[in-house]
């Protein structure tokens, strides 16, 4: 059972835009700490996607954007390439742990 | 180009310490806007955070791991270590290091982090 939770599955076609969701409490995004988003393609490491609720580093496309209300925050990706088939994952800290914590990943799929 | 090497054995025996290194190459491991941090994940599962340490040795572990785990640094050599002992088969996972970044007394996101490390936790 992940801190954050994720859906575990989305999916949508070529072109289309496509939003995953991170929803938290009032320990971590609800007491105001960043959101930060990573994507794992099969057999290789995560790699930083978006930082700080809504930046992106260099080399990533505008295609990616990220947001954050509340206790939730969604990432978005418009322009859906088949390349962007991954598992994406958010994270973020919780000072009830005093530890980083992520959500459990959702797999998108491009059909 | 900042790059993060893990290191260390592929198979440990129950009840044993699994140790493990990441080498920390084009730059300085004793940056002061940094946690050193491990974090693993079991075969088709998701991220777990270990803990980290800073340059200066000061440390955060995970409250389900705490007691069985140590992570060092040595800044002469530009690497840490993570020591996980009494490990049973729910250890298993592959290993990465990163680095943390931390600012404004948050301890924030990962980025670069290493290629990963199995670990294979039997008899």
């Known amino acids: 059972q992940s801190v954050l939770t994720q859906p575990p599955s989305v999916s949508g076609a070529p072109g289309q835009r496509v939003t995953i969701s991170c929803t938290g409490s009032?320990?971590?995004?609800?007491?105001?700490?960043?959101v930060h988003w990573y994507r794992q393609p099969p057999g290789t490491a995560p790699k930083l996607l978006i930082y700080?609720?809504?930046n992106r580093p260099s080399g990533v496309p505008d295609r990616f954007s990220g947001s954050k209300s509340g206790t939730s925050a969604s990432l978005a990706i418009t322009g859906l390439q088949a390349e962007d088939e991954a598992e994406y994952y958010c994270?973020?800290?919780?000072?009830?742990?005093?530890?980083?914590?992520f959500g459990g990943g959702t797999q998108l799929t491009v059909l | 180009q900042l790059q993060l090497q893990e290191s260390g054995p592929g198979l440990v025996k129950p009840s044993e310490t699994l140790s493990l290194t990441c080498t920390f190459s084009?730059?300085?491991?004793?940056?002061?806007?940094?946690?050193w941090v491990w974090i693993r994940q079991p075969p088709g599962k998701g991220l777990e955070c270990i803990g980290g340490i800073s340059s200066t040795g000061t440390t955060y572990y995970n409250p389900s791991l705490k007691s069985r785990v140590t992570i060092s640094v040595d800044t002469s050599k530009n690497h840490f270590s993570l020591r996980l002992s009494s490990v049973t088969a729910a250890d298993t996972a592959v290993y990465y290091c990163a680095r943390q970044s931390f600012g404004f007394g948050e301890l924030a996101w990962f980025d670069p982090w290493g290629q990963g490390t199995l670990v294979n936790v039997s008899s």
């Open positions: 994270q973020s800290y919780d000072s009830s742990l005093s530890n980083s914590v």
């Open positions: 084009g730059g300085s491991i004793s940056g002061t806007s940094y946690y």
């Open positions: 009032s320990s971590n995004i609800g007491a105001g700490y960043d």
């Open positions: 700080g609720n809504n």
